[in-house]
């Protein structure tokens, strides 16, 4: 049985955990800096060896993978010290505060042999994959048009979470910790983007960050497309819009059950709004869980990386190119994105 360890214990880790246990991987540490949520779960969760500092649990060994859910500045760090332990990694998004060091990340892992995999586990979402399925079968025709969208409102949180609240603790914003899941998923639906135009405002939040963001996209086929985030929207909103010359998709979980809708032309007398429809239904689809187990399969050498360390950097860079476009109030080639993320 391969032994994990997780490192940061908020509330990202439960998804890590939920899908070790579902995968049948043991959880034999557990790391954060702050003792009493450290201890919490670890009672909870039946975990012995805990740690204040990744560093410790690397020097004692006897881990097989690694789960980094600490904030974003941790994430290097932590993988270099993976890496040289020769542990493999699953690393929560964004993979890094810089392009540069990014590199060094994914530069780390491949010299040592072990797995660098990012956490945008939207790719392993049923409706993604059903989604993936059907453009691969060209159901769609040509992808002119993608809209993404995740939204949200803290749970209705007067205030942002600690580790969130600050540019020196996450990187940024709405655009940064929500937009980051939209442009990998952009990438991997409609392929590589070459230009960029953001908005950001702050509206609801007090602080240094945005809290709502919108981001248009040209993508090298030459189809465009639009990412809409937020932290100022009421309840939780996931979804995908997806328009081709001869079909669309859209899925959103806003109106009860998540559903997967194909709209297409293949009965004769259909009208403006009346088409013929597919649906499909994901109650309790765990992205999370599946995501966890596509990380095992990738270490066991049973599949591919199905989000690897190269495709979390150019969500990065997407997200770079989108601040430099909102500070100059125009478009941005991608090529020329900043390597950091605004200070």
């Not at 908020?10 to 899908?19: F, T, W």
């Not at 964004?94 to 990012?118: K, N």
């Not at 997200?319 to 478009?331: D, Q, W």
Request: charged share 20%; hydrophobic share 45%.
């Amino acid at each position: 049985m391969l032994r994990a360890a997780i490192i940061g214990v908020g509330g990202i880790s439960q998804a890590h955990h939920a899908g070790y246990l579902a995968a049948g991987a043991d959880v034999v540490a557990l790391v954060d800096p702050h003792p009493r949520g450290l201890a919490a779960r670890a009672q909870a969760w039946g975990v012995e060896r805990t740690y204040s500092d990744f560093r410790a649990l690397f020097a004692d060994g006897d881990v097989d993978l690694v789960s980094i859910c600490a904030p974003t500045s941790v994430h290097a760090p932590a993988t270099l010290a993976a890496a040289a332990a020769g542990v493999h990694v699953l690393c929560e998004k964004p993979l890094a505060l810089d392009l540069d060091q990014g590199r060094t990340m994914i530069d780390a892992c491949r010299a040592a042999g072990v797995v660098l995999m990012v956490n945008h586990q939207l790719r392993s979402h049923g409706a993604v994959a059903l989604a993936q399925r059907i453009l691969e079968r060209g159901d769609l025709g040509d992808v002119t048009h993608v809209r993404l969208r995740q939204a949200h409102d803290w749970a209705g949180a007067a205030e942002v979470r600690p580790s969130f609240a600050t540019r020196a603790s996450s990187g940024g914003g709405t655009l940064l910790d929500n937009g980051c899941h939209l442009m990998d998923l952009a990438r991997y639906i409609g392929g590589d983007v070459d230009e960029v135009y953001a908005r950001t405002a702050t509206r609801k939040f007090a602080g240094e960050l945005e809290d709502t963001a919108h981001v248009s996209l040209r993508f090298v086929s030459g189809a465009i497309g639009t990412v809409e985030v937020a932290w100022t929207a009421t309840g939780w909103e996931e979804g995908f819009w997806i328009y081709g010359t001869q079909g669309a998709l859209e899925y959103t979980n806003r109106s009860g059950t998540p559903v997967l809708r194909h709209a297409f032309r293949a009965s004769p007398g259909t009208t403006w709004g009346d088409t013929d429809v597919s649906e499909h239904r994901f109650a309790g689809d765990a992205p999370h869980a599946r995501h966890v187990r596509a990380f095992l399969s990738a270490v066991a050498g049973e599949r591919s990386v199905l989000c690897s360390g190269e495709d979390g950097l150019e969500a990065v860079r997407l997200i770079m190119a989108a601040y430099e476009s909102a500070e100059r109030n125009a478009p941005v080639a991608v090529h020329e994105a900043p390597t950091t993320l605004p200070v």
